[in-house]
């Protein structure tokens, strides 16, 4: 598709801020108002318009398609997509290591140990951990507790919290990368600690590593997105 506009801003409309093209309010994939609830977001979503040539690069608009997906489901399915966020928490990565005599398992005591006990304090939760690959169920008081934690956050920062979840296989990483405190590539190189100690193990190719890269930008993307969202 030909670029069809020229100017590109973002103005307080609808109770929120939208991006105008050319004066117009967009619209969702769905049809509705595409009003988002921070100047920020508005602001970074009408960057990816700007930066657009003269022929429309729709793999180009990922905030935009975070916002769209915010509006037009989280909107609309909280409850459904909460439920579908919870297994995350359940079989967290964080908290299955290798067996205790492997040298992967004092890397993830390392690196995932300090990790999961920020978490732990900060939503007032216990997860077990777990060495070897047989499932052990979490506390049902800890699921309680992260199903609270996700029903108090923003249809905007739960669409973000879903992608980041699904990046990580870690509800805790997609929590803590939320946190204005923390560092979200540091995060990511925890949830990549596996991956990336196989690639030294047996070797990298270029491909796998381009997948790598390019997940790792999603994820700083999610992080990124759910912080403008919630900026004042």
Do not use: N
């Amino acid at each position: 598709m030909k670029r069809f506009y020229k100017a590109v801003t973002a103005e307080a409309q609808d109770g929120g801020w939208r991006v105008l093209l050319d004066g117009r309010g967009i619209k969702t994939a769905a049809g509705s108002p595409q009003a988002v609830p921070s100047q920020a977001l508005a602001e970074a979503m009408a960057e990816e318009w700007a930066a657009q040539g003269e022929e429309l690069d729709t793999t180009r608009f990922p905030m935009r398609d975070l916002a769209d997906y915010a509006i037009d489901v989280v909107m609309h399915e909280r409850d459904e997509l909460i439920a579908g966020m919870l297994p995350y928490g359940e079989t967290d990565t964080m908290c299955y290591r290798a067996d205790p005599d492997e040298p992967l398992h004092r890397r993830q005591l390392q690196i995932w140990e300090p990790v999961l006990a920020r978490a732990e304090a900060r939503y007032g939760v216990h997860f077990t951990r777990v060495s070897g690959i047989v499932h052990k169920p979490q506390p049902a008081d800890t699921l309680a507790r992260l199903r609270q934690v996700l029903e108090a956050k923003p249809p905007f920062a739960l669409a973000a919290l879903q992608m980041l979840a699904s990046l990580a296989a870690s509800l805790t990483i997609a929590l803590l990368a939320q946190e204005p405190d923390e560092d979200v590539d540091a995060l990511w190189d925890a949830a990549s600690l596996e991956e990336e100690w196989q690639a030294d193990l047996w070797g990298r190719e270029a491909e796998a590593e381009e997948r790598r890269a390019q997940r790792r930008a999603s994820f700083a993307l999610a992080a990124r997105f759910a912080a403008l969202s919630q900026r004042v």
